[in-house]
């Protein structure tokens, strides 16, 4: 049974449910999307994502009419196996397709360019085996791209991220509810003073770089929250 939290971007609100592997995704609709599926090669018991990012998947299936096997999608950064900044660890990035045609591969990446759900889709000579799409939000605090600027507050997917990733290196926010409040807030500025980092509590380029530098892919710490 997994925990999935989902940040509702028309509610601006945090929902928890909890679904076994083989049920659908929140939101997913006609159960083409599983929480197996969704969950990939993550061990978590606990997922996210939002539902912009269901609503993609949701109109790209029906678009597309047929199956579309997923390879990979939700990590915990701690997990690893992405960039460090990549969309995964926010549960918005979708890599698709790995058992489709080359032109199945080719059909489906220009259908979710034209369909405008998707914030990016990457170019085919990048991941020409695969399709990625993902519902990021924008703008990213860094320039080459990544996660946004957070602050207290804010409440989405990304807090979720930052919390996890927090709790992971030891600066604990005591919760994982995706809401940036006065916890997560000292949390941060504890960890931008041990690091060097002007203490101001917003999650900018400089944080969010060098706190994924500590935490992609160390692993699972006595601190983690789920």
Excluded at 69 to 74: D, K, T
Excluded at 186 to 196: D, F, K
Aim: proline letters at 6%; aromatic letters at 8%.
């Amino acid at each position: 049974m997994a925990k999935i939290i989902v940040f509702n971007n028309a509610s601006n609100r945090m929902e928890i449910s909890h679904r076994a592997e083989n049920d659908p995704m929140p939101y997913s609709l006609d159960r083409t999307l599983t929480v197996r599926e969704f969950r990939g090669s993550s061990n978590s018991p606990t997922l996210w994502t939002s539902l912009r990012t269901m609503e993609a998947w949701n109109a790209t299936r029906r678009a597309f009419a047929s199956p579309i096997p997923l390879g990979f999608a939700f990590k915990r950064p701690w997990e690893g196996g992405h960039a460090p900044q990549s969309q995964h660890y926010a549960g918005v990035a979708l890599d698709v397709g790995q058992r489709l045609t080359a032109a199945q591969r080719n059909n489906l990446r220009t259908l979710a360019q034209r369909l405008g759900v998707w914030t990016y889709v990457e170019p085919a000579h990048l991941t020409p085996t695969w399709v990625h799409f993902d519902r990021r939000m924008v703008p990213p605090a860094c320039a080459a791209g990544g996660f946004p600027v957070l602050r207290r507050g804010s409440l989405n997917n990304y807090v979720l991220t930052l919390q996890d990733s927090l709790n992971t290196a030891g600066y604990p926010t005591g919760v994982l509810d995706g809401i940036f409040g006065e916890q997560t807030e000292n949390a941060v500025r504890n960890y931008q003073r041990a690091r060097g980092l002007t203490a101001d509590g917003i999650v900018g380029c400089l944080t969010w770089t060098r706190l994924m530098q500590d935490v992609v892919g160390n692993g699972r710490k006595p601190g983690t929250v789920d």
